[in-house]
């Protein structure tokens, strides 16, 4: 098993990680005192979660927490932070206004703070964030539609990507029901990635691909049940935000010795490794290449193979993405 620091020197990206996954306990005690709001639960076993739908709900009361311009400049920057000790070149940031309540129908003024923090941290030399704005699985779309022509309207540098993550299981097929709000992105030429293949089957996966126009799926580890769903994966090299770890600890599958990422290489899928919720899932970006280098055996070679993919799977421009690798 490679060491920790030899993975943290490899020039890689990371391409799924939220915001909402970004704050540790001190951070999220400091900022409840602070609001007079009481913890869910003692802190020992404040990142103890049952599954998906558990750890969503968690999300929307720790971004509950977040009501000033400042504390979410603080967000941006903290993460920023942690991008640098891992040793990660660039990232693309999954940020989902919905689980912020005290932000509501405020989305230029959010985008705004997390960009001036992301910016304080560039001019400190970290490195350089993208931002993929997401819809949540469970919205309706008019609101999807709504955020889009937000986003489309406001023509932010700092945002990469629309997005759309949360849970498919709580609402059945929804493809359909986001197609016109990825359409409309899409003509706009903003990017597109797409939670699919973790708690949907590999119909989400199809229906991202086909109905959604994704360029990226966040996961998309269960396209391995179908055939016909790799093969398209692989036909039109759509690369995968695989996160290892996550896909233990939300209970998608029960250990990496299970877990479908190396068959998904093999099978010609462009795979890229990444941390999902770092903070909450008590894990890094150079821990969880050196969780799968351990599981599967992977040489130096096939590793760097994944982070050359995870830079070109990124969002980045082309300038930057020729400068990480
Ligand atoms: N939001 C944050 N992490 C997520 C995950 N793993 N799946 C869906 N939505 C999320
Ligand atoms: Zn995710």
Redesign the pocket.
């Known amino acids: 098993v490679p060491d920790l620091t030899r993975l943290r020197a490899l020039p890689r990206a990371e391409v799924h990680a ?1 915001l ?2 970004c704050f540790d306990a001190p951070l999220l005690e400091q900022w409840a005192r602070r609001h007079g709001e009481s913890m869910p639960r003692p802190v020992e076993r404040l990142f103890e979660f049952q599954g ?1 739908a558990d ?2 709900e968690f ?1 929307d009361w720790a971004c509950g927490l977040v009501r000033t311009r400042d504390e979410l400049a603080e967000a941006a920057y903290a993460f920023s932070r942690r991008m640098a000790a891992s040793g990660t070149g660039y990232a693309d940031l ?1 940020f ?1 206004p919905t689980h912020w309540h005290h932000w509501t129908a405020r989305l230029p003024a959010m985008i705004d703070a997390l960009d001036a923090g992301f910016r304080a941290a560039e001019q400190e030399g970290l490195p350089r964030v993208g931002l993929c704005v ?1 819809l949540l ?1 469970t919205q309706s779309a008019e609101a999807a539609v709504q955020v889009v022509d937000e986003l489309v309207a406001l023509r932010h540098p700092r945002v990469v990507a629309l997005s759309i ?3 498919e299981a709580a609402a059945g097929r929804t493809g359909p029901r986001f197609a016109d709000a990825f359409r409309r992105a899409a003509a706009a030429g903003l990017r597109r990635t797409v ?1 699919a293949g ?2 949907s089957g590999p119909e989400g996966v199809r229906d991202a691909i086909e109905l959604l126009g994704a360029d990226r799926i ?2 998309g580890v269960r396209a391995i049940e179908d055939p016909s769903v790799v093969a398209l994966l692989v036909e039109r090299q759509i690369p995968l935000g695989i ?1 290892p770890s ?1 896909n233990l600890v ?1 209970k998608v599958y029960p250990s990496l010795a299970e877990h479908p990422i190396d068959r998904l290489r093999r099978a010609g899928v462009p795979v890229s490794i990444n941390t ?2 770092p903070a909450l899932l008590g894990t890094t970006l150079e821990r969880e290449y050196a969780l799968c280098a351990g599981a599967f055996g992977w040489s130096d070679e096939v590793l760097r193979d994944i982070a050359r993919t995870s830079i070109d799977a990124s969002f980045a421009d082309a300038r930057l993405k020729a400068e990480l690798q």
């Open positions: 939220h909402e996954g998906l750890f969503l999300l999954i989902n997401s699985r993550d949360g849970n939670h973790e708690s966040d996961h996160c996550s939300l999902d919720d």
